[in-house]
């Protein structure tokens, strides 16, 4: 499998430092599904496109961002990665509701899991936002929010991200341990609910 996010990093020949969102409109959809397409069957494979962690949004997007990455889907057979805290970040900095994020992404096409940290800060004006940094626990909303992932995906493969601050290896492995243990319950209650 291989992976890109729906976001961009340069504009007009400058880069930057951070992913941008897209302006979330039917024309950047076109372009991006003409992107999706042309790079499955170059690749010859199937990819899948993560969602990103978003600070700001253009005023001009008419398309929800989950309903964008949804039609994405479904228009490319493309998969999704769907990153957990991602939504969350976005959805706390957003005022959206991240459930509706989750139960708008078509569940055959999640093909991941991702899980991270993050930080929250308060900036001069007063504004809090939270910024996806990589760099320490799972916070337990995420942990929330993704068994709820869990229960409408089902067990795909999950993948925790911890690129800056990287503890001792005990504390990645509790975080891991911790996953496991919610991807064991839900696949135990799946067993139960297909015997039943």
């Known amino acids: 499998m291989k992976c890109a996010t729906s ?12 992913l941008l969102p897209l302006p979330l409109t039917e024309e950047a959809l076109a372009v991006v599904c ?15 496109i993560e969602n990103p962690s978003t600070y700001l949004r253009f005023n001009h997007s008419t398309i ?13 057979g493309c998969g999704i990665l769907c990153d957990v805290n991602n939504i969350y970040v976005s959805a706390r900095n957003h005022g ?39 760099g320490s626990r799972v916070a337990p909303p995420v942990w929330t929010l993704f068994r709820q992932a869990l229960q409408r ?13 990287v503890p001792a290896f005990e504390v990645l492995m509790e975080e891991a341990a911790m996953a496991q243990a919610y991807m064991e319950e839900q696949q135990n ?3 139960c609910a297909d015997a039943a």
Do not use: C
Request: without cysteine.
């Open 7 to 18: 976001a961009f990093l340069t504009s007009g020949g400058t880069y930057l430092a951070d």
């Open 34 to 48: 003409a992107h999706v397409d042309y790079l499955q069957a170059y690749l010859r494979r199937r990819i899948s």
């Open 64 to 76: 929800p961002e989950w309903e964008f990455l949804a039609e994405l889907a479904h228009r490319t």
């Open 96 to 134: 959206w509701n991240a459930l509706d994020y989750l139960e708008a992404l078509p569940s055959a096409a999640v093909a991941e899991i991702h899980l991270a940290g993050h930080r929250v800060r308060q900036l001069d004006h007063g504004q809090v936002i939270r910024i996806d940094d990589h």
């Open 153 to 165: 995906f089902g067990s795909v493969p999950t993948l925790i991200e911890w690129d800056t601050d």
């Open 189 to 191: 209650d799946d067993m």
